[in-house]
């Protein structure tokens, strides 16, 4: 993609505004501790305390925004207290040039640095940056800086104590996870019925499993309801997947088929109706047709075999996601366990300390922010503009690890503040407002950035470049600043943020291969241990088989997420053109759905073993692990051990297990298209298309 066409791309991407469902009650509260504080504190400490104060509680506020399944009032305790220390050390060295140069990199690099412990750490880590460049213009003296900045911390104190004493939707967050995992599951089974074969986003099965993860605290008080039926809807996935494919459950047309898609259909309405009651946390009203069709003895009679079998599974776990769906008072004792945040420290700076390598896009986003904001400030200083702040705080608020949102947030930061400075200086220049309305206008801004901020980064910015103005306006240092003068500065901090990504690039498209062979070795694992679960049957709730699921989850949204960066990137491929991509994901795709439909079946402990599933088992591993390899350094892969194994099976000796063999020739078909997608995106024309015809019968 051409740099013209990437900008444009980007600029349309930054200026968007997405609709999205509004918490005008979470956005009240947030406003409602920013009145607290400014007003509080301008009655009994004066404008320039209120200033500081009500940074201290936008930020916050802001901080109890971020998508994180924490508990709300620790983000705003420590957004806070982080941004008091950062105030008060940034005031100690602002009288000496070099030295809050010096702090400035320091702070601004570890805030680089952050985005390795999460997006959620480094948002706040990037935030109290910007911050502090207003905050510690504010105070005249040591004693004066403690002030702020124990005013600060007191602003991030009232939200988290607004929090706990205004509670909108408990357990709320947590609540809509579990329940769109719950309707994603619903939506999927009603999509087989109509297409055998469809694919299935594994998103939001991850982004439930990570919101059940809580503190012993969050333990002791969740709702009993939020326990157990994420795994269980985990569970129901591959048993809809192989009841619904021809190849491995019911006939493609016939009686078969239409039971099928009848039990495919009360299983989009029973799982819709849980996730009703999960999110309301209200009782489950399940469909009586429904719960009929589910349980009717046709079944048995109409279904022979694997579809039987799934068939049987299916309604019993969906009986039990009913059961968990409902709305109890007692907890659940196990639950997985997420550290605090002074548990949570070591593992942040472990994950920084693994970024400080030559290759980390988290460390070329450390050096590149930090040269940015230290020369944003030089310049901003340099300029006669006045309050040069504007410049790096713009820059550090945009940047971002990877190239396209770091130019659209550029755009759109412009665009904000191009019409959110424009009106709010134009009110404080012919309305001449009070120090207490300014306030009053402060906080009005505030609450539509609490309300706008997830429609899109432009919509937010016109009321954080509005609340910015306002403040200072509240102190009366930013009065003689004009529109051109702020919009200047906020162009250049912008135009040094994108310039700094030109110059020192962390490009994702050359890294696309090292995700897609990251993908392809743990989809082998994945397979490789259901089929050593066939040779050695435990059971289908296997914690191992759990294990590897996960790892193909976590590779593939890595790779989808790596695709989706590099695709507005102004970067030529280097090995693995568009259609390669495409081609490729496809067939890891199928591959991981393979695998998923054998797991469904995995025979329960104590039944008759498949010796053959081991050599199976090993030849999946082999290959995958060899082609990943392959794949890394832009060679053909090849599957001859796995080719190999079902090439004898052909022949003789084949194992009495249907589900088995037919998966093996499945799989060995997907790694075959894998190889043809690949060889069709080699990035040296010359060399030898490779493609390897799969078996018959597949």
Request: net charge positive; glycine share 8%; hydrophobic share 50%.
């Amino acid at each position: 993609m051409s740099w013209l066409r990437a900008l444009k791309e980007t600029a349309r991407s930054g200026l968007s505004v997405e609709r999205r469902r509004l918490e005008p009650a979470v956005a009240g509260r947030g406003a409602l501790g920013l009145a607290l504080v400014v007003g509080g504190s301008l009655a009994l400490f004066g404008p320039a305390v209120a200033v500081s104060s009500a940074f201290g509680a936008f930020q916050a506020a802001i901080a109890t925004f971020q998508r994180s399944y924490r508990p709300r009032p620790t983000l705003a305790l420590a957004s806070g207290a982080s941004l008091a220390v950062s105030t008060f050390l940034g005031y100690l060295t602002g009288a000496h040039l070099v030295l809050f140069l010096a702090l400035l990199a320091l702070w601004t690099f570890l805030a680089g640095l952050s985005w390795a412990a999460g997006p959620t750490v480094g948002i706040i880590a990037s935030s109290n940056v910007a911050i502090m460049l207003v905050t510690v213009t504010l105070p005249t003296s040591v004693a004066t800086a403690a002030g702020h900045a124990a005013m600060i911390a007191v602003g991030g104190l009232v939200q988290a104590a607004l929090i706990v004493l205004l509670p909108v939707r408990r357990w709320g967050a947590q609540r809509d996870a579990l329940a769109d995992a719950l309707a994603a599951e619903a939506d999927y089974a009603r999509r087989l019925r109509h297409d055998p074969t469809a694919s299935f986003d594994p998103v939001p099965l991850m982004t439930a499993r990570s919101a059940a993860a809580v503190t012993p605290r969050q333990a002791r008080r969740r709702p009993a309801e939020l326990h157990g039926a994420r795994g269980l809807a985990e569970r129901i996935r591959p048993v809809l997947a192989s009841l619904a494919d021809p190849a491995v459950g019911a006939s493609a047309e016939g009686p078969e088929r239409d039971r099928v898609r009848e039990l495919l259909g009360a299983a989009g309405e029973t799982l819709d109706a849980c996730a009703h009651a999960i999110r309301h946390g209200e009782p489950v009203d399940l469909p009586a047709p429904a719960a009929a069709a589910l349980h009717t003895p046709d079944t048995l009679a109409i279904l022979k075999g694997a579809p039987r079998r799934a068939a049987v599974r299916l309604a019993a776990l969906l009986d039990d996601v009913v059961e968990t769906a409902e709305p109890r008072t007692e907890t659940a004792a196990a639950a997985r366990s997420r550290p605090t945040l002074l548990e949570l420290l070591p593992v942040a700076l472990g994950r920084m300390r693994a970024e400080l390598r030559h290759d980390s896009p988290v460390l070329r986003h450390a050096v590149r922010v930090t040269a940015v904001a230290t020369a944003g400030y030089l310049l901003g200083t340099w300029l006669p503009f006045g309050h040069g702040y504007w410049a790096p705080m713009a820059a550090v608020m945009v940047m971002r690890p990877d190239f396209t949102q770091t130019y659209a947030r550029s755009v759109a930061r412009l665009g904000g503040t191009l019409v959110g400075v424009a009106l709010a200086t134009g009110i404080v220049r012919t309305a001449h407002p009070g120090t207490w309305l300014l306030a009053g206008l402060a906080v009005l801004c505030a609450f539509g950035m609490f309300l706008l901020m997830r429609t899109g980064y432009a919509a937010g910015q016109v009321f954080v470049s509005a609340y910015v103005v306002f403040l200072i306006g509240v102190e009366g240092a930013g009065v003689g600043q004009t529109v051109r003068e702020r919009v200047l500065l906020t162009l250049l901090g912008g135009l040094l943020a994108m310039l700094s990504y030109a110059v020192y690039p962390a490009w994702e498209t050359p890294r696309l291969r090292g995700r897609l062979a990251d993908w392809l070795k743990a989809d082998g694992r994945y397979a490789a241990t259901v089929a050593e679960h066939f040779a050695v049957p435990v059971g289908p709730a296997s914690p191992d088989v759990r294990e590897t699921l996960l790892g193909t989850r976590t590779a593939r949204i890595a790779w989808q997420e790596a695709v989706e960066r590099a695709t507005h990137e102004p970067v030529r491929h280097r090995g693995l053109s568009r259609a390669a991509a495409a081609g490729a994901e496809d067939a890891l795709a199928q591959f991981g759905r393979v695998a998923m439909l054998l797991e469904a079946h995995l025979p329960e402990a104590g039944t008759p073993p498949v010796p053959e599933a081991a050599a199976l088992a090993e030849a999946l591993r082999t290959v995958t692990e060899r082609g990943a390899r392959a794949v890394r350094e832009r060679r053909p892969p090849r599957w001859d051990e796995l080719r190999e194994t079902v090439g004898a099976w052909e022949r003789a000796d084949a194992p009495q297990h249907f589900l088995l063999r037919k998966g093996a020739l499945l799989l060995l078909a997907a790694l075959d298209e894998l190889a043809v997608a690949l060889d069709g995106g080699l990035e040296d024309p010359s060399r030898p298309r490779v493609i390897q015809e799969p078996p018959s019968g597949s």
